[in-house]
């Protein structure tokens, strides 16, 4: 028996388990909905535009959608376009991959301030997110960001960075005005701990001393190692290497410090609150001091500043959205489950049948694409085990589905558009000629509009004139006229 699976979510988790389960032996058939008209979820839309090596990973996806048995069904929206219930009729299992989108939550006051940033939200826009609004409020001189992760590291980054600098990359010409606009001139990044427990991976910290006209200013006084914190050390080579390059960088010549734009690092400092002046603006990080407690952990000392700043990013984690018609817990942020089967809810040992989840909607946004691999794995073992004892049914089918979502006008985007779409984007990249800094020309440029995603990859035309604005429900509302696919009124 041919079984039919439904796959929700086409990232690293989704075509990772969709790869593993097409090689498990079993006569199966998988279609990999996207809600977006393209796929690769973060690696598109999560990884800052000038990490190239990271976007590497494309390559590997690419290739594994690229065989053709694994249908990708993109621009169609679980819970909005369909509904579960509708997945699991005509589908014998489904597998819940759809990552974690939002920002996880940080209860301080003042962090409902109107300059008073998610991490998630600002990376959508500098990725183009269709979802998203053109044009983001880059008024502020002076920033602080909160986290110590690689995400903290890239929006420092590209907020201090200069934007001709970014050119080399696929960032959208809409973006790209809009940094050109941005009056910065210091990013504050903070982290409540000490350097033996900051997050940033080596290389992420290497670039970001690397970036033209811009220092990188930590304080010798933020230095300091209990026994919790050697243990980590002693235990981590990457870890090593972090606290080693962080070392380098505090040890440079104040006098040295000449960039026009500056990123300082403060460890040891935890938010305590976010500021704001008479109008309700911000105007002001304020901080406790923290000191090493033996264990690696931190207590407060009681002693607080203020660091005047206009605008606060926090990047203190992801946090998953659930899906209507699943379970969900809304602690963890996550799909309960036990090893993939996806239970009927947290803290529940009942398992739904022919439901499963893997990745970061499975166990929370922790981990790089080695532990979406191994999710991934357990995930179809339990699948596959599941058929094999023949409890995997359904009554409907696959191309029933798609009847429904062609009569509901859902402009589904197949593997075939998308090729269409990348080769247009790629092209929009060769049109913009020689880079005036660097010489050569871009790999891309990305399309930002989703009717415009959609238009270019069914085939109906080039969509240099109608462009739909995000909506509510992450559909385009009523079209407006634009000057071209960036999304630049007219």
């Given at each position: 028996?041919?079984?039919?699976?439904?796959?929700?979510?086409?990232?690293?988790?989704?075509?990772?388990a969709?790869?593993?389960?097409?090689?498990?032996?079993?006569d199966?058939?998988?279609?990999?909905?996207?809600r977006?008209?393209?796929?690769?979820?973060?690696?598109?839309y999560?990884?800052?535009?000038?990490?190239?090596?990271?976007?590497?990973?494309?390559?590997?996806?690419?290739?594994i959608?690229q065989?053709?048995?694994?249908?990708?069904?993109?621009?169609?929206?679980v819970?909005?376009?369909?509904?579960?219930?509708e997945?699991?009729?005509n589908?014998?299992?489904?597998?819940?991959?759809?990552?974690?989108?939002?920002?996880?939550?940080?209860?301080?006051?003042?962090?409902?301030?109107?300059?008073?940033?998610?991490?998630?939200?600002?990376?959508?826009?500098?990725?183009?997110?269709?979802?998203?609004?053109?044009?983001?409020?880059?008024?502020?001189?002076?920033?602080?960001?909160?986290?110590?992760?690689?995400?903290?590291?890239?929006?420092?980054?590209?907020?201090?960075?200069?934007?001709?600098?970014?050119?080399?990359?696929?960032?959208?010409?809409?973006?790209y005005?809009?940094?050109?606009?941005?009056?910065?001139?210091?990013?504050?990044?903070?982290?409540?701990?000490?350097?033996?427990?900051?997050?940033?991976?080596?290389?992420?910290?290497?670039?970001?001393?690397k970036?033209?006209?811009?220092?990188?200013?930590?304080?010798?006084?933020?230095?300091?190692?209990?026994?919790?914190?050697?243990?980590?050390?002693?235990?981590?080579?990457?870890?090593?290497?972090?606290?080693?390059?962080?070392?380098?960088?505090?040890?440079?010549?104040?006098?040295?410090?000449?960039?026009?734009?500056?990123?300082?690092?403060?460890?040891?400092?935890?938010?305590?609150?976010?500021?704001?002046?008479?109008?309700?603006?911000?105007?002001?990080?304020?901080?406790?001091?923290?000191?090493?407690?033996?264990?690696?952990?931190?207590?407060?000392?009681?002693v607080?500043?203020?660091?005047?700043?206009?605008?606060?990013?926090?990047?203190?984690?992801?946090?998953?959205?659930?899906?209507?018609?699943?379970?969900?817990?809304?602690?963890?942020?996550v799909?309960?489950?036990?090893?993939?089967?996806?239970?009927?809810?947290?803290?529940?040992?009942?398992?739904?049948?022919?439901?499963?989840?893997?990745?970061?909607?499975?166990?929370?946004?922790?981990?790089?694409?080695?532990?979406?691999?191994?999710d991934a794995?357990?995930?179809?073992?339990?699948?596959?085990?599941?058929?094999?004892?023949?409890?995997?049914?359904?009554?409907?089918s696959?191309?029933q589905?798609?009847?429904?979502?062609?009569?509901?006008g859902?402009?589904?985007?197949?593997?075939?558009?998308?090729?269409?779409?990348?080769?247009?984007?790629?092209?929009?990249?060769?049109?913009?000629?020689?880079?005036?800094?660097?010489?050569?020309?871009?790999?891309?440029?990305?399309?930002?509009?989703?009717?415009?995603?959609?238009?270019?990859?069914?085939?109906?035309?080039?969509?240099?004139?109608?462009i739909?604005?995000?909506?509510?429900?992450?559909?385009?509302?009523?079209?407006?006229?634009?000057?071209?696919?960036?999304?630049?009124?007219?």
């Amino acid at each position: 028996m041919n079984l039919k699976v439904a796959v929700v979510g086409a990232g690293p988790a989704g075509i990772y388990a969709s790869d593993i389960l097409s090689k498990s032996g079993l006569d199966v058939s998988i279609d990999l909905f996207e809600r977006l008209p393209a796929p690769y979820g973060l690696v598109r839309y999560g990884v800052a535009p000038d990490h190239p090596r990271i976007k590497q990973i494309i390559v590997a996806l690419y290739k594994i959608l690229q065989r053709g048995d694994i249908r990708l069904l993109g621009n169609v929206e679980v819970g909005l376009d369909v509904s579960f219930a509708e997945l699991e009729e005509n589908y014998d299992a489904v597998i819940i991959a759809t990552g974690a989108d939002r920002d996880a939550p940080l209860d301080i006051p003042g962090i409902g301030l109107p300059q008073s940033y998610g991490a998630a939200d600002f990376v959508s826009w500098y990725d183009g997110n269709p979802d998203y609004p053109r044009t983001w409020p880059l008024n502020a001189k002076e920033v602080a960001v909160l986290g110590v992760g690689n995400v903290a590291l890239d929006i420092s980054r590209i907020l201090a960075k200069h934007p001709e600098d970014l050119l080399p990359t696929e960032i959208p010409p809409n973006v790209y005005e809009g940094l050109v606009a941005n009056p910065v001139t210091d990013v504050h990044i903070f982290g409540r701990r000490g350097p033996a427990q900051v997050k940033f991976t080596p290389l992420e910290l290497r670039e970001l001393g690397k970036v033209p006209d811009v220092d990188l200013i930590i304080s010798e006084e933020d230095f300091d190692f209990d026994e919790g914190s050697e243990e980590a050390l002693r235990s981590s080579n990457q870890q090593r290497q972090v606290v080693k390059t962080l070392t380098q960088y505090a040890s440079v010549d104040p006098e040295k410090h000449q960039a026009s734009r500056r990123i300082h690092l403060h460890l040891f400092e935890a938010p305590v609150e976010i500021l704001a002046d008479e109008d309700g603006n911000v105007r002001a990080l304020r901080t406790e001091r923290t000191e090493l407690v033996g264990d690696g952990n931190v207590r407060g000392t009681g002693v607080f500043h203020e660091w005047p700043v206009q605008a606060v990013y926090r990047a203190v984690g992801y946090y998953s959205s659930p899906i209507d018609g699943a379970p969900f817990d809304p602690v963890r942020g996550v799909v309960p489950n036990a090893g993939g089967r996806v239970l009927e809810e947290p803290g529940s040992h009942e398992v739904i049948p022919a439901l499963y989840a893997t990745g970061w909607i499975k166990r929370g946004p922790v981990g790089l694409i080695g532990s979406t691999k191994s999710d991934a794995q357990e995930t179809i073992a339990n699948l596959v085990a599941d058929a094999e004892a023949g409890v995997l049914t359904s009554t409907g089918s696959p191309e029933q589905l798609l009847a429904m979502l062609e009569a509901r006008g859902v402009p589904v985007v197949t593997w075939d558009g998308w090729e269409m779409l990348d080769a247009y984007e790629r092209e929009l990249g060769s049109e913009f000629g020689e880079l005036p800094r660097t010489g050569g020309i871009r790999e891309r440029v990305k399309v930002v509009s989703r009717l415009a995603m959609t238009t270019i990859a069914r085939g109906e035309g080039r969509p240099e004139t109608l462009i739909g604005e995000p909506g509510e429900l992450g559909k385009p509302s009523a079209p407006e006229r634009f000057d071209d696919y960036t999304g630049y009124k007219q």
